[in-house]
Structures are given as C-alpha cells and as structure tokens.
C-alpha cells in the first residue's frame, strides 16, 4: 500500500470513528422525577422540609447517575387531593416523568395510585403515613414510615412504665385511625386500658374543647397523634389549659414533637415521651453531616420529611444506577425493592414484599441539650430495631 491509500484509509476511518462517536453521543432524554408536594395550605411544612432535601441531595450527588441527566420538577397541590391528582396526571401523560414522588398528606397518596398503576410510574411515598397506602398500587414504594409501625412502641413503653389508663387523641383521618386502633390494641395486650378515644378535625381544628374532654377523663397518660404542623397549636393549648401541670401525662408519636417545631415550643415539650424513626439529634455520623449540611443550605433545622425525602432521592438514584441509566417503570420497581441503605435515620430496608419500609423506632424524651446550643431536642434513650408495619406483618 502506499502512502496515499494509507492516507485515506485514515481519513475514512478517522470520518467514521467521529461520526459513530456523534452517534452514539446523541443524550438520552432526562430522567424525570415528579414530585408533587404541599408548597402552600395546611401542610406547607412538609413541602418545605422535602424540597430543602431534594436540593441537598443533588447538591452532595449531582444530577447525573449512569450517564443520565436527572431532572426534577416540583410542583405544589397547596395540601388538596384533587389537585395531586390533576398534577399527578399532567406529570404522567405530557411531561412523561419516570416516577413520581412526593405525597404530603394521605388522601393525596390515596388520589394518585390509580395514575401511578395506569402509567406503570413508580410512585415513591416520601411524606404520607397509612399503612394502606401501599395496597393501593403495586407501583407504590415508601421511604416515610407507617403510624403502626411507630404507634406500638410507644403503647410497650406506656404499659411498662406504670401508666394504666390512657385516652387517645388522633387527627380524624388515615394516619390518625390508624394510631387510635394500634395504640388500643397494643396497650390493651400489654394490660393497659383505653379509656377515651378522642378525635380532632384535620382541618384548622381547635384543640380546646377536646382538651377539656381529657381533663375531665382524668387518664393517666393522654396518647397523642397530629400530623406534622400541628404539634406547636396544640402543645401551646395543652400549656394553656393546665394540662401539663394536671398530672396527666402526654406521650405521643414524633409527629406532635416534630423538629419542624419543636424548638419553639418551650418548657411545655420538655419531658414529652414519644416514639419515631427519625430525630435531628440522632447521634450517628451519618446524621451529624446531614442535619450540618441541610441547616447550612436551608437555615432550619431538618425534621422527618426532610429524611424521608432524601431518602426517596438515594432510592430513585439506585435504582437508575441498577438499571445503568435505562430505567422504565418495571425495571426501577424490581431495583427498589429490597433495596438497603444507611439513612441519616440509621438502616433501612425497603421490604420486597410490601414495598414498605422496615427501620428501627426509637423512644425519645424531649430535653434541652446543653451540648447544642440549649435547643429542644427528641432525645433517644430506646428503640425497637428493624421494625415492619404491623399491620401487615400481621
Ligand atoms: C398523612 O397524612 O399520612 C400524614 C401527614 C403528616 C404526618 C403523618 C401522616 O406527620
């Protein structure tokens, strides 16, 4: 051969190797992840703390995992299912997103899963507590927690700890039934005896006139659930009313004691026991960099949502990476079920049958704690490890 054909057997091969290499550049589609979430109404909070995690995540992780471009679209349903659902929808069939997340408040769950099993589009609950969520779609995997799951660690502890008689007091909805009816049974079969079952409005309740209704039940303890937010209205008008002085005592789950709040709530919250799975002043390394990095970029203090949506992030991110950056809706289900990583919580596991979350539940006192700068914490001192939802291990 001689140099002219070499000459231009390099130059086709050079014009080949360029153009498949073009080819083979041309960028996949972002990968979307909706997150429909409560930016405004009644559960603002929530909204609030995700969104503040999601950016952290991607700050700490970036946006591209395999390869793919990762694109995450926030939008606010202002605390109203209907309006889930309707976003729910618009995100599914034009935006065409490859899951969906978010979810503060249960019947918001409940609107979308019919969306989420149509698309075949994981639905990743980051915020919302009924245990049945989860029956409600096979696309549906949860990253929060469950109220049985954090309900009957605090009813054990309440039976051990010489408190005989309790009223319960739970927001009239999902989650709130579902901690009335674990709380009872579980109390119940330790000896103990329920004897008030008090329900309160979810929307804009006053605390007051079910506040009298304990005073005047005398129980030893009162067993308290509200949905994060409300815990400051009531934990001021269970101070107003007396009723931290009255010798009744108040247990709840770390919904009412939420670090959203809990900081502003004074001496009333001070010797609160409660049960949840997740607290800022967890004392894992893992938790210490995360409650220093999310205060540093957001300027509040993280509190359970934060934690549940980053881990729904890390959840979402495995699985693209399981699926090396193809995803589909299939693929992305298989890959995050089972799925086992350390959260700022401590371990957790996404049970692959459930597809719920299995973690530990600790029992906490809320203290001031000198070592940080005095503030109220949700201090563990006990905990149940690797705990399933009972109402379906059941
Ligand atoms: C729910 O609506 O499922 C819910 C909301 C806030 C909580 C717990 C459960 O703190």
Redesign the pocket.
């Known amino acids: 051969m001689n140099i002219q054909h070499r000459l231009i057997r390099a130059v086709v091969a050079l014009v080949l190797g360029v153009t498949t290499h073009l080819a083979q550049a041309q960028p996949a589609a972002p990968f979307k992840i909706g997150f429909i979430l409560p930016m405004t109404g009644q ?1 603002a909070s ?1 909204g609030k703390q995700i969104e503040g995690a999601i950016k952290l995540w991607q700050a700490q992780n970036g946006a591209t995992v395999a390869g793919r471009k990762v694109e995450v679209i926030i939008k606010d349903d202002a605390t109203v299912p209907d309006t889930t659902r309707r976003i729910a929808q618009e995100m599914v069939v034009n935006d065409k997103v490859d899951v969906l997340a978010g ?7 409940f609107a979308t899963a019919p969306i989420a099993t149509q698309g075949k589009t994981p639905m990743v609950v980051t ?4 245990s049945a ?1 989860t029956e409600r779609s096979p696309y549906i995997v949860r990253t ?2 469950t ?1 049985p799951q954090v309900t009957v660690p605090i009813a054990d502890w309440a039976a051990k700890n010489g408190i005989k008689r309790a009223v319960t007091f739970v ?1 009239d ?3 709130g039934l579902d901690a009335e009816k674990f709380f009872k049974s579980q109390f119940q079969l330790n000896g103990g005896q329920v004897t008030g079952e008090i329900r309160t409005p ?1 929307k804009s309740p006053d605390f007051a006139p079910f506040l009298q209704k304990v005073a005047d039940l005398k129980p030893d303890a009162v067993f308290v ?5 409300q815990g400051a209205a009531f934990m001021k008008q269970f101070g107003e009313r007396g009723l931290d002085k009255s010798g009744i005592r108040l247990i709840a ?1 770390g ?1 009412v004691t ?1 670090d959203d709040q809990l900081n502003d709530m004074g001496d009333v919250a001070l010797g609160v026991v409660n049960s949840h799975h997740y607290s800022a002043a967890h004392p894992s390394a893992t938790n210490k960099k995360f409650v220093q990095a999310f205060e540093a970029a957001n300027k509040f203090r993280p509190n ?2 934060a934690v549940a949506g980053y881990d729904g992030m890390h959840l979402i991110y495995n699985a693209l990476a399981a699926t090396k950056g193809k995803g589909g809706g299939d693929a992305l289900l298989a890959a995050m079920k089972g799925q086992v990583f350390e959260s700022p919580r401590g371990q957790i596991l996404i049970d692959a049958q459930t597809r719920d979350i299995v973690q530990d539940v600790y029992i906490r006192k809320v203290e001031r704690v000198p070592a940080m700068g005095n503030q109220l914490f949700n201090v563990e001192f006990d905990v149940q490890k690797a705990v399933k939802d009972p109402a379906k291990s059941k």
């Open positions: 559960s929530t979810f503060g408040i249960t019947p918001s769950a915020a919302a507590a009924t969520i929060s927690f109220l927001a909805y999902g989650p979810l659930f509200l949905p994060s937010g789950t919904d939420d359970f949502m």
